[in-house]
């Protein structure tokens, strides 16, 4: 059994900043990615931030220069270090890793979702 944890979500005034941490645990041979996703209200799930092994990190454009995603590979964790946060920001945030638990299949695990919220 694989498990994603996420962490570090609250409330936070505009331009704030807050810092968000996922640790993937369990039986894990390897991790080819993992990403950071939001859900606000009234809206569809979209990409935040992502790491991968072939294509490093990607952002989405709303947080470009806001946001930063790193990893930390001894620890199978993921961050995200959000800066100059702003009301749009507002959503659970939730972590997606594309794991191999052996050489041959790959597989993908979620968060439960971490809550954050940014006031006006």
């Known amino acids: 059994q694989v498990q994603v944890v996420e962490s570090g979500g609250g409330l936070v005034q505009t331009g704030g900043s807050l810092r968000l941490s996922c640790a993937a645990s369990?039986?894990?041979?390897?991790?080819?990615?993992m990403g950071w996703y939001r859900q606000a209200p009234g809206k569809q799930r979209e990409l935040v931030a992502r790491w991968a092994s072939d294509t490093m990190t990607n952002y989405a454009d709303s947080v470009k220069g806001r946001f930063t995603i790193s990893r930390d590979n001894a620890k199978n964790t993921v961050y995200l270090q959000m800066n100059s946060l702003k009301p749009e920001d507002t959503g659970v945030y939730y972590c997606n890793a594309l794991l191999y638990t052996d050489s041959v299949r790959m597989k993908s695990r979620w968060g439960q979702g971490t809550q954050v919220t940014v006031s006006s």
């Open positions: 369990g039986s894990i041979f390897s991790i080819n990615a």
